[in-house]
């Protein structure tokens, strides 16, 4: 089994509705993203997945996120934009966007801050 993983990041506010305490408030982050797929073969030239064409897709997903308001989106009116929903929310959209047979995304992590992250793995 081989497993790639690239990173990435953007930059949001949030707060978190029914928090007790300061995360109530309106709040920034500087959210990093790492993400990792994974199959067993490589392709014709050795690879399992291009790079590139992943980190393509994230920027896609994380642009949408960049510089706003994330409880503002539509994406987040149901939820809180919590660390958790913003993994499970990049997963949904990153596994979307993968459409190479035998390759899988096997997880998402954001991380908060240098201390605070979360992983979701489906």
Do not use: W
């Not at 980190?55 to 539509?74: F, M, Q, R, S, V």
């Amino acid at each position: 089994m081989f497993e790639i993983t690239i990173t990435g990041h953007f930059d949001s506010a949030h707060y978190l509705n029914g928090y007790k305490g300061r995360c109530e408030e309106v709040h920034g982050h500087r959210f990093e993203v790492l993400a990792g797929v994974r199959g067993e073969g490589l392709n014709e030239i050795g690879i399992l997945y291009d790079f590139t064409e992943l980190k393509a897709h994230l920027k896609e997903i994380t642009g949408y996120l960049d510089h706003k308001p994330l409880n503002a989106l539509p994406s987040f009116k149901d939820c809180n934009p919590s660390s958790e929903n913003l993994a499970a929310y990049i997963y949904r959209e990153l596994a979307a966007r993968l459409q190479t047979p035998g390759v899988t995304l096997s997880f998402v992590e954001v991380h908060e801050s240098p201390s605070n992250r979360v992983r979701y793995t489906p």
